[in-house]
Structures are given as C-alpha cells and as structure tokens.
C-alpha cells in the first residue's frame, strides 16, 4: 500500500523529539516535509529527517496527503483549515482552538472536503491509558470520577524547553483539560453542565454532569512545586473503583495517533478522537473559562 504523505507544520520541541521522527520512521507514512515560522529551524528540522523544508506553507500542503501540527492551537486552527481546504487529512494537536468559533470553522471546512482527522490526545493513543479507557467505556454503573491533573510544567529557572507564551498565557485548563476530558467523556458521557473555580496561580477545579447521569471532578495546573506533582484518574462505580494506570512513552503514541489517520484516511471511518471531538473538548473548555476571573 502506498504510503501517505505527512507534512509537518511546526519546529519547536514537540515537533523535533516526537513528531518528525515517528513520521520519518513510520512504516505506513512519509515525512514529505517540514514548514515552520522560522525558516532556519524548519530547514535544521528537514535536514535531520532527509526531507524538504518549505519557504510556504500552502506548497508544504500540495506536497502532501495529510497534515501533523506542532503549532500553538490558535496558529494550528486557521493553518489546519486551510490545509482541509487544500484536501489533506490533519493529524491535530490537542486543543484544536481555543475559541469554539475557530474549532467549529476548521470542524466544518474538515467535513466539507471529506478529509479524516485525528487530534493527538497523548492518553488516548498510550498503550496502557488506551486499554484502561476501553475497558471502563465498557463498564456499566460508573456514577462519579476525578481526574486530577497536577503538572510540574515550568522549571524553577524558567528554562523548561517546553514552555511557550500560548501555555504561560492560558494555563493547565487549556494545556491539560483536554487530557482530562478526553479520558472522563469517553467513559462517562458527554458534558452537559461544568462549574469552574480558580485557585492558586493557574489551579482550575471543574465539576462536570455527564449525559449519562454521572458526575465527574477535574483539577487542573501546570504550576504545581515538583514534589506535589502527579496525574490521577480514578472512577467509582457497580464495579468498584478503577484507577489508571500510568506509562506509555509520548512518541509510541504519536505514532498509534499516525497509525489511526492512515486507517481514517484508507477506510473514511471517523476515529473516536477526531475534529468533531475537539471541537467538543474545546466547546466545554470555553465554557469553564467564562466562569473565571478575568486574567
């Protein structure tokens, strides 16, 4: 089967440790090239990879049959509609936008070329947090969760290499709820009602009703001190409880996310984690942040 042709918008360090090399060493994929806002780390980036590093971005997307961002999602949102536009399948970062109208914008240029689309929700794709959340999707009786997300994200100097303005600028509610919610809604239902609190810097506690009944509680931070960091998921239900379990390394995952668009775009099935569900996870996400102070 022919190999499909994966461009790679973005050059920062995601795109470098994770994105490039699982699309360079995908045995159904090929990196047919990098573009990114700066030139010089574009071309450094498709060096590395034996690719071409384009001066535009529109001739990265008619080079390619589908499209992997590493971009800040309101960089990502109008990028990745115009790429459906131009008939490549995307390959998203999580969250899609950070506004329901540009998610909703990108959703619908996506359904009006037909193209697939996959949004990299890294639990989701992990091998053991995959397993977990099939198995307690398939589950009946959960009546609550939590899904605490304590990040240690910024290093005590400042120079984590992961930071960004886009992160520093809308905290743990935009960077990991939608890691939080793409573990809680699969099992327990869509949102249909969400409280949102601010705590200490950038701590958020929500409070979700779920469609099925259920009810759900999410703490969210990427400023957590080190020693107080930590991710855990746990459900409560007929069954008892069932606490996620940890592992799974970023680029595996990046490379099921890879594997789960060449199937989309083979077969036309829609993944469980496509653009429509981003749209979700921001839509619910918009809502939270309304009920927050400003700033």
């Known amino acids: 089967m022919k190999r499909l ?11 470098s440790s994770t994105h490039a ?6 045995p159904a994929a090929e990196l047919s090239g990098v573009w990114g806002r700066r030139p010089d780390a574009a071309a450094a980036l498709a060096s590395t990879h034996a690719t071409t590093a384009y001066a535009e971005v529109d001739e990265l997307f008619a080079a390619s049959d589908a ?7 309101d960089v990502q949102a109008p990028l990745a509609t115009r790429a459906a536009a131009a008939g490549c399948h995307l390959l998203l970062d999580k969250p899609v936008a950070t506004t329901p109208a540009a998610a909703r914008e990108l959703a619908a240029a996506a359904e009006a070329a037909r193209v697939a689309s996959v949004v990299f929700f890294t639990l989701r794709f992990a091998g053991p947090t995959a397993a977990w959340v ?6 009946e009786g959960w009546f609550t969760g939590r899904a605490d997300w304590y990040g240690a994200f910024y290093a005590a100097d400042g120079t984590s290499p992961f930071s960004s303005p886009w992160r520093a600028r809308r905290g743990g509610l935009w960077d990991v709820g939608p890691h939080a919610l793409s573990i809680l809604l699969p099992v327990l239902g869509d949102v249909t009602d969400v409280t949102a609190a601010a705590g200490q810097a950038d701590v958020v506690h929500l409070i979700l009703r779920h469609s099925g009944g ?3 509680t999410a703490t969210l931070s990427l400023t957590t001190p080190p ?3 930590g991710v855990t998921v746990e459900l409560r239900g007929e ?14 995952a990046f490379g099921r996310a890879v ?6 775009a083979r077969t036309g099935r829609s993944h469980a984690c496509d653009v429509r569900f981003g749209l979700r996870v921001t839509e619910i996400l918009a809502l939270a942040e309304e009920q927050l102070p400003a700033g």
Request: charged share 10%; glycine share 10%.
């Open 21 to 26: 090399p699982a699309l360079a060493a995908h």
């Open 214 to 216: 259920a009810s759900s």
């Open 259 to 264: 594997d789960a668009l060449v199937e989309a």
């Open 5 to 15: 042709r994966i461009g790679l918008v973005g050059t920062g360090p995601w795109a």
């Open 239 to 252: 069954a008892g409880t069932a606490l996620m379990p940890t592992g799974g390394e970023a680029l595996d």
């Open 134 to 139: 099939t198995e307690q999707a398939a589950t």
């Open 67 to 73: 499209v992997a961002f590493a971009v800040p999602p």
């Open 227 to 229: 020693k107080a960091a």
